[in-house]
């Protein structure tokens, strides 16, 4: 089993068991706590050394975690991603009666997903439950880890021109089944149950539906991945693993997982939030700093703005650009944009690519064709709270936005070795641009 098939691995591993975002806070937490790093909390006061690591979660949903240096440092050196993926939420009161005979869940779409890929496959439900213990109002997180729920296609007999191309009505075709008629009013019931709590404790919750199948390799030599919330956990994971290898940074080195980027970001926990501005500034200011020198070394870093890529279809080709033509397993992919959906200009494409080649990974640009619109992510929203050089980066997947995605079985592996790199790296940043890349080995 080679390096990369071993890095792959981990990651679906690391998938299966983040079903929602709050999973995959908990389980990046986790990691970090294991490494020796010491949890902060938002509404107590920081106290901070040099060479301390540390981290804090906002809502459960999103976390940031950082290292000190031991000596005085220039700036910040952040890889940020985001932990949500595109699903259903299920919404309050869900039960509905379907022809006296089915129990179904109603539920609403999060985020921009692709429809059809959701049907007649096993799904389930997992996220948080707020309940009541006493006076207080604690967070669990539950797992219904079993095959509980099905989105049923209509007959083809039914719906002869379905595959000429069909409308989806969220209310009406997206519903899942969740039992016979003997299933209704039970739901609040078996989440209780499957947090080991009373029904009557529950006083909220943020459920989401989650794809059941499992990760796998496939291709003829198992190059490739598969696997839903690839998007972006295959980022989110791989740039922490780098995080937690890059040990004694020169600048001060940071790891974001934001919420709800798939939503556009406007969330308290999201990157157009105050987060990561609060979590930069506390740093600034419990090290004995000023607001001058907030302001120098916020001047003074780069951001990675990680967030998965377009890799050129297969059957497809015509959609991808004439000569920006991402491919799966060839490396990182360097994202532009005219018109500032994506942050990469000239000064950032060339640091990254001098890590990239530095740490001997090959890398590769997108650009969308010039007519089609394309989306944005994380960088350009959090340059609206902190503004920093930034690079948007990403690994290059297929199906993007379907809850079972595909991937290069390599390029975990790349992005863990540059992110590595990138937080060894002393970047020197002046007004104009890069003045020195230093790489500590």
């Not at 979660?57 to 932990?83: K, M, Y």
């Not at 007959?155 to 899942?176: F, K, S």
């Not at 199906?399 to 002393?426: I, N, Q, W």
Request: a negative charge; one cysteine or more.
């Amino acid at each position: 089993m080679d390096e990369f098939y071993r890095e792959s691995e981990s990651l679906l591993r690391f998938i299966e068991k983040s079903p929602s975002c709050f999973h995959v806070v908990k389980n990046a937490a986790s990691q970090l706590a294991q490494k020796g790093f010491e949890r902060l909390w938002e509404n107590q006061k920081w106290d901070l050394r040099p060479g301390g690591a540390y981290y804090v979660t906002r809502n459960g949903s999103s976390l940031i975690a950082f290292r000190i240096p031991e000596q005085p440092f220039e700036g910040f050196q952040l890889v940020c991603s985001h932990t949500d993926s595109p699903t259903f939420k299920v919404k309050m009161n869900p039960e509905m009666e379907a022809d006296k005979k089915y129990t179904k869940l109603n539920v609403e779409k999060y985020g921009g997903m692709l429809c059809a890929p959701w049907f007649d496959r096993p799904l389930s439900v997992a996220g948080r439950i707020l309940v009541r213990s006493g006076n207080e109002i604690r967070q669990e997180l539950v797992n219904v880890d079993r095959d509980l729920l099905m989105i049923p296609n209509v007959a083809i007999h039914m719906n002869r021109t379905v595959n000429e191309g069909y409308a989806y009505n969220a209310q009406v075709d997206l519903c899942p089944v969740f039992g016979d008629e003997q299933a209704m009013n039970t739901f609040d019931a078996l989440i209780a149950e499957t947090a080991g709590i009373q029904k009557e404790q529950i006083l909220g919750t943020d459920l989401f539906l989650y794809n059941r199948q499992k990760g796998t390799f496939w291709g003829s030599a198992e190059e490739f991945i598969a696997s839903p919330r690839l998007d972006d956990l295959q980022c989110l994971y791989a740039s922490l693993q780098g995080f937690l290898a890059a040990e004694q940074p020169e600048n001060a080195a940071v790891f974001c997982a934001f919420d709800n980027e798939e939503t556009g970001s406007v969330s308290r926990q999201g990157a157009a939030s105050t987060f990561l501005q609060d979590t930069l500034k506390r740093i600034n200011y419990a090290l004995g700093n000023s607001e001058e020198d907030y302001l120098r070394l916020t001047a003074g870093s780069f951001m990675l703005s990680a967030d998965n890529a377009h890799a050129v279809h297969p059957n497809h080709q015509e959609m991808a650009d004439p000569v920006n033509r991402p491919q799966m397993n060839h490396g990182i992919v360097i994202k532009y944009n005219a018109n500032q959906k994506y942050t990469t200009d000239g000064v950032s494409a060339a640091v990254f690519g001098s890590l990239c080649k530095q740490a001997e990974v090959p890398f590769q640009t997108f650009t969308n064709r010039s007519d089609m619109a394309g989306g944005s992510t994380l960088g350009n929203i959090s340059n609206t709270q902190v503004s920093m050089r930034c690079v948007d980066i990403g690994l290059a997947q297929l199906a993007m936005h379907s809850p079972y995605e595909m991937a290069g079985g390599k390029d975990a592996l790349y992005l863990k070795r540059v992110s590595e790199l990138f937080y060894r790296t002393m970047l020197r940043v002046t007004e104009d641009g890069i003045a020195e890349v230093c790489a500590k080995y």
